[in-house]
């Protein structure tokens, strides 16, 4: 015979089993497998190896105190994650991103003029990231953010490439003048690839929240030059799940 006790166990381990199962996020049918996420990003952008060295020269050479400073940019696009499990997925997306660098100096000339001098190199490329991405799995009925990181390659297609110039002069007399000038910077390599690594956040409120740093790997230079992009991004975005 099956005792009144013995009964009572099963049932009681049937519901704490059952228990388990419903807030389990794959089995209750909460674990979704695709994710649409279109970002607000703002990059900063600059070129590491050799720019340090030419700045550092033409500092020796001119006198002056050239010195690199951030491109400011904002991305523009959307990214897309393909869920392999609950907490792995693959990640890639499609974006128009702003790199390039900055390098500036302020100087007086012949005693008389107090001149401003910007001048931006300016690489924008079409770019896609193919990244794997780890993330936390809260339980259906938590309200915690899913944290995750990811890592993986870029590769980018050149889609403009300038130099802009900024000069500023003010006169001893008061006088102020001011030019800018646009012009192509031809010798850019076409292809740009590097890779990517990032931390963030899924809010239950569908708003995600990520930093990202990425370095190339290729020099943006087609005439030697060492240069190669690195960028630092913050977006803030809004994704749909299903």
């Not at 009681?12 to 059952?18: G, H, I």
């Not at 388990?20 to 996420?37: I, M, R, V, Y």
């Not at 990231?129 to 809260?138: D, N, Q």
Request: charge should be neutral; include cysteine.
């Amino acid at each position: 015979m099956v005792s009144i006790g013995a009964v009572a166990k099963a049932e009681t381990k049937l519901a704490f089993s059952t228990d388990l199962s419903a807030n389990s996020p794959e089995k209750a049918g909460n674990h979704k497998h695709f994710q649409l996420n279109f970002p607000f990003a703002v990059s900063f952008s600059k070129f590491g190896g050799m720019p340090l060295k030419f700045i550092n020269d033409l500092n020796a050479n001119t006198g002056y105190t050239f010195e690199q400073t951030k491109r400011i940019g904002f991305p523009l696009g959307c990214d897309f994650n393909i869920y392999l499990k609950p907490w792995l997925s693959l990640k890639t997306g499609l974006f128009y991103t702003n790199k390039g660098m900055k390098v500036k100096d302020t100087f007086i000339l012949n005693n008389y003029y107090d001149v401003d001098l910007h001048i931006t190199l300016i690489a924008n490329y079409l770019e896609a990231p193919f990244l794997i991405e780890l993330s936390t799995v809260p339980g259906r009925n938590s309200s915690s953010a899913r944290f995750f990181i990811n890592g993986g390659i870029t590769a980018g297609l050149l889609m403009k490439s300038k130099i802009w110039t900024e000069l500023g002069a003010s006169f001893g007399d008061g006088g102020v003048e001011y030019e800018q000038v646009m012009e192509d910077w031809k010798d850019v390599n076409s292809l740009d690839y590097g890779y990517m690594v990032g931390i963030g956040c899924y809010f239950k409120s569908g708003l995600s929240l990520a930093i990202d740093y990425a370095e190339g790997l290729r020099t943006v230079s087609s005439e030697g030059w060492d240069f190669k992009n690195q960028v630092f991004s913050i977006k803030i975005g809004y994704y749909f799940q299903w």
